[in-house]
């Protein structure tokens, strides 16, 4: 039998990108997206987590830094395993979660050089702005908030797919 070094058979596992992002709604229901200044589409807020972070805490922080303030990151929602796509050469985990509701973006700071922008949305409009792939996340957030279960996408399909 053959041993591998721990280093050298971690070396060579998969790697993968995560992020972190807020499902945040107002008492209507509309669901809050942020415009970045770096894409051509709107987004949940998040971003990216950082080496030895936990997922929450990317949440957390990126809240911080985009709206100058700390909202209480609740319960998982939804996991999306994104293939890689576009100039993103590596699968993204998505983790999204349920960072409660807003009344309006009164107050919100939006730092220039990252946000060009911050609304709330109904459903359908939401959708429009997000990206293909990332729109699904929308509504198996919101089952996901109503039946207190997380949702397993995979590239923003359910999963199980359905037959």
Excluded at 45 to 70: K, L, Q, W
Excluded at 79 to 94: C, E, F, K, N, Q
Excluded at 115 to 138: H, K, M, N, S, T
Aim: proline share 9%; hydrophobic share 45%.
């Amino acid at each position: 039998m053959t041993w591998t070094e721990p280093a050298m058979w971690y070396a060579n596992l998969a790697s993968f990108y995560a992020a972190a992002a807020a499902f945040i709604t107002d008492p209507a229901g509309n669901v809050l997206l942020v415009k970045p200044t770096y894409r051509d589409h709107w987004a949940f807020p998040g971003g990216y987590v950082d080496e030895s972070e936990y997922p929450h805490d990317a949440c957390a922080r990126e809240i911080r830094e985009e709206f100058g303030v700390s909202l209480a990151v609740g319960d998982l929602l939804v996991v999306d395993w994104a293939p890689p796509l576009g100039p993103r050469p590596r699968a993204i985990v998505s983790f999204t979660f349920d960072c409660g509701l807003l009344s309006n973006v009164d107050g919100l700071y939006l730092p220039a050089q990252e946000l060009d922008d911050v609304g709330f949305f109904a459903e359908r409009e939401a959708e429009q702005r997000l990206p293909e792939i990332v729109a699904p996340r929308l509504r198996a957030a919101r089952r996901a908030r109503d039946q207190h279960a997380p949702e397993y996408l995979t590239g923003g399909s359910a999963f199980p797919p359905a037959c």
